[in-house]
């Protein structure tokens, strides 16, 4: 696919004296006036002499509350010479679509996904030194944090090499200027939800107070608890006791131990040889699918599981053991999920993570249970696994570089800059990620997204196409084209890709995904065998209309009558070969349901549920689909969608599509028992009331059939990364909610079973204050601890809540035990907060957390007047 020229008929001839600052431009009858050529040198100038700086003027009008999404960037020249107007063009990141083409001089337009060009007109103004020209234009969906707008923007022309402008060189664009107005920081009138501040963040946390922990603080809760009299002294003297079937295991734990205990480690001992009291014995027992039971008494630790469930037993021992240290009290634990589906879905095609990082992710989803990973590894923007005689995937469709024509590489998205860069997974990378995972009784599901979000995969089979064809390999260039070359669709998916469909009506489309579907069962043979394939299926655009593959296909079938029902044609057709290859395939729940039309596909098939919006009349989607027969893993984006921002502050990363943040305690306040129970406020954060639920504001909420409920099979939370660009960022977003996610996938609290909401309420935040408090004194010191595959855990440290009463400084934070610290010098000195502060001066106040490894939260202040 070509994106468009960037210089077009749009280009007009205007006097220079009409270029006044905040003035659009009219456009001239007079077209295609060519620009002088800019040179190198030119370039560069711009790059490291054009100050940029971003802001959103408005997302609504205040005065007639009509939604106005109107943004400025402005354009300075910092340095001592003039920037001509020739051919040069700024290629810029923002996710939204724009509305606007010829602006204060420039012509602004649309390219692919989220990049822009930004381009002078002919005969307008240079930018002098000293001089600032603010280009205003229309989106088309707000603007309500920083991290809608992406760095590393770069300045290129037809013949010079593109160079990123040294203002936009950051990891995150702090190039975009504060939100202040309530028609910047909302996203509409009808927008109710608080922003946070430290004063509303106080009140919020306040009723979460620090309480000590109890004995047996282990996370996820397990299911039954009985203590007993008296403790286990742990040290060296101990035996750890194994049998040759369990001697791996074994070993595992005494290197865990080691860790924690350093010097009063228990000696690894056969059992032939072992003695008969202070032993640690790990005991092959089957009492139930990842069930276990933990005995401890003073001179005995029993655990009892099969595979998976010994080795949750070791997990929730060594949580004892980080509690308490040598000393841990007698107890008797009996244990099993409520659900054998505890997911978590990590999206690396958008943004690139390194291997060590998924390995760092392996390490804690075990620490707390869960089960399932499920990497997201292809979308529009890039293919991250290498797929063995299909090298193109990667070589090309791994590959990201400024290059317009896209014949060379995909075009650089989401921030990535035009220098050349190619980021995937080895064969050998994504074996060790398996043999890792495998180790901790984690499951890896790969997936590929298709028909839709394919535009990666789509244009690595047309170079495949070209290479081939030009070496006269007919019938080989042919065999795995997606793409119908005559097919004249326009359309243009949420993400704002053209052509981004798989064409479901060629054959060389199954014959990929079959290939496909091999290569990766091989790579999966010797570590893991692959069991589920997850082939995508959501956000299909309105392809294939003007297909003349497709045409011929509804021509020639008698149970297709439009392009409508090509997605259904298509999963049938998938879900055969996945069959063939002995394998369940799983699909995201817009492939089974359309229009809130449940679809019947054959086969061994499980929905994910994404999409339970209630204002968009999805929010019984779940039910429905468990009703007509699917197995269904819910994946409510409103509380599962960790890539959601943490908190309503511009300040937080994230696009807030779902719901305008998902903290930690709504993550915990999930109830998959019932999916009506979640039901609580609009996207507005307007409260949804029973009158709403009976006059059918919500669409169908059908009931769960009794015999229905065996087949949701668990939760998933979910990161997709267009916003989230580094390693440090992905761990900001993942933790602690991902903490919160397996105490909900794991275990089934007292609360969900209660009918009165308000009564629910009540228990379910009484048990919030009990697990907040185990976040704050216990699960981030650890994260804090871990050091391996790189360094502590870049965990999300806690916004700090507080205010001014009686002349003092008082504060809180959402996870008690937290430190919290305070400056009354601007920052450059902290001191550590304890109890309340009297204030002695009128100087603003500076609050933040820091970690036990010295990393800081983002500041807040407390303004004294």
Not at 309 to 325: E, M, R, V
Not at 508 to 514: E, L, P, R, T
Request: proline fraction near 5%.
């Amino acid at each position: 696919m070509k994106i468009k020229p960037v210089l077009f008929s749009i280009l007009s001839v205007l006097s220079i004296n009409s270029y006044a600052i905040n003035k659009t431009q009219p456009i001239s009858e007079n077209f295609n006036i060519p620009l002088p050529a800019s040179s190198q040198s030119i370039i560069n100038y711009i790059a490291h002499n054009l100050s940029i700086s971003f802001s959103v003027r408005k997302n609504f009008d205040i005065k007639t509350n009509k939604k106005e999404k109107v943004v400025d960037i402005t354009l300075k020249n910092i340095g001592d010479s003039t920037i001509p107007i020739s051919d040069w063009s700024i290629y810029f990141g923002l996710r939204r679509d724009i509305k606007d083409n010829i602006t204060n001089g420039f012509s602004i337009e649309q390219q692919l996904g989220d990049i822009k060009t930004l381009t002078p007109i002919p005969n307008s103004s240079p930018i002098h030194p000293g001089e600032s020209r603010v280009i205003t234009f229309n989106v088309n969906y707000f603007i309500v944090s920083d991290s809608a707008v992406l760095p590393n923007w770069y300045v290129t022309s037809k013949d010079t090499h593109p160079v990123v402008i040294d203002s936009t060189k950051f990891d995150d664009p702090v190039f975009v200027k504060a939100f202040k107005s309530s028609n910047q920081l909302k996203r509409s009138s009808q927008d109710i939800v608080p922003i946070a501040t430290p004063y509303s963040r106080f009140e919020q946390y306040k009723a979460t107070t620090k309480q000590k922990l109890n004995n047996f603080a282990i996370t996820p809760t397990p299911k039954l608890i009985t203590p007993i009299q008296g403790q286990a002294t742990i040290d060296n003297s101990w035996s750890i006791v194994y049998t040759e079937k369990n001697k791996p295991k074994a070993i595992a734990l005494h290197k865990a131990l080691l860790h924690e205990l350093k010097n009063n480690t228990p000696k690894l001992t056969a059992a032939s040889t072992a003695p008969d009291t202070k032993i640690i014995r790990l005991i092959d027992h089957d009492i139930g699918n990842e069930a276990y039971t933990l005995n401890i008494s003073k001179n005995h630790i029993d655990l009892l599981g099969n595979d998976a469930g010994l080795f949750y037993a070791q997990i929730s021992l060594l949580s004892l053991i980080q509690q308490h240290g040598s000393d841990i009290p007698n107890v008797i634990i009996n244990d099993e999920p409520r659900k054998p589906y505890r997911g978590f879905l990590l999206d690396v095609a958008r943004n690139f993570y390194k291997k060590e990082t998924i390995l760092r992710l392996l390490d804690q989803m075990a620490a707390y249970k869960m089960n399932t990973l499920h990497l997201h590894l292809s979308d529009d923007e890039s293919w991250r696994l290498e797929i063995p005689g299909i090298p193109e995937l990667t070589e090309f469709g791994a590959t990201q570089c400024h290059d317009e024509s896209e014949t060379a590489c995909l075009m650089p998205v989401l921030g990535a800059g035009p220098n050349k860069k190619t980021q995937y997974y080895s064969v050998e990378d994504y074996k060790k990620i398996l043999k890792y995972a495998n180790d901790r009784n984690i499951t890896v599901i790969p997936e590929f997204d298709m028909p839709g979000h394919a535009r990666a995969a789509i244009l690595a089979m047309e170079s495949r196409y070209r290479k081939l064809k030009s070496q006269g390999k007919i019938k080989e260039a042919e065999q795995f084209r997606l793409f119908d070359q005559l097919d004249t669709t326009q359309y243009k998916s949420v993400q704002l890709y053209s052509n981004n469909a798989i064409n479901v009506c060629m054959d060389s489309s199954y014959n990929f995904v079959d290939n496909l579907i091999t290569q990766i069962q091989k790579i999966h043979s010797t570590i893991q065998p692959l069991k589920v394939i997850h082939l995508g299926g959501d956000e299909i655009a309105g392809a294939w209309i003007n297909s003349p593959a497709c045409k011929k296909l509804i021509a020639s079938n008698k149970n297709i009558n439009s392009t409508e029902q090509l997605g259904e044609y298509f999963f049938n057709k998938v879900n055969k070969i996945s069959s063939q290859h002995k394998l369940e395939l799983h699909a995201y729940g817009d492939a089974f349901d359309h229009k809130n039309h449940t679809i019947r596909i054959k086969g061994n098939l499980v929905a994910q549920v994404w999409n339970s919006i209630w204002e968009w009349q999805s929010g019984g989607r779940a039910n429905r689909l468990v009703n007509a027969g699917y197995d269904v893993i819910l994946s409510n984006a409103p509380y599962l969608y960790l890539d959601q921002p943490q908190e309503a502050s511009p300040q937080e990363r994230g696009n807030p599509w779902a719901t305008r943040f998902i903290n930690t305690e709504k993550v915990f306040s999930f109830t998959p028992s019932d999916i009506y129970k979640n039901i609580d406020m609009f996207q507005s954060g307007k409260k949804i009331t029973d009158y709403d639920i009976s006059n059918g504001v919500l669409g169908s909420l059908p009931t769960l059939k009794p015999s229905a409920e065996k087949h949701i099979l668990g939760i998933e939370a979910a990161v997709f990364g267009e916003t989230i660009r580094t390693d440090d960022q992905l761990e900001y977003m993942i933790y602690p909610r991902l903490i919160a996610v397996a105490e909900r996938a794991w275990h089934k609290a007292s609360w969900e079973n209660i009918d009165n909401s308000e009564k629910r309420t009540k228990a379910k935040h009484i048990a919030w204050e009990e697990f907040a408090n185990r976040l704050g004194q216990k699960e981030l010191k650890q994260m804090d601890n871990y050091h391996i595959h790189g360094e502590s855990i870049q965990y999300r440290l806690p916004m700090v809540g507080a205010k001014i009463l009686n002349n003092k400084l008082v504060a809180n934070t959402e996870y008690p035990g937290v430190n919290v610290q305070y400056s009354t010098d601007n920052g450059r000195n902290w001191r550590t907060y304890t109890s309340p502060v009297e204030i002695t001066d009128q100087n603003n106040i500076k609050i933040r957390t820091a970690s036990l490894q010295g990393r800081n939260g983002r500041s807040s202040t407390i303004y004294i007047h």
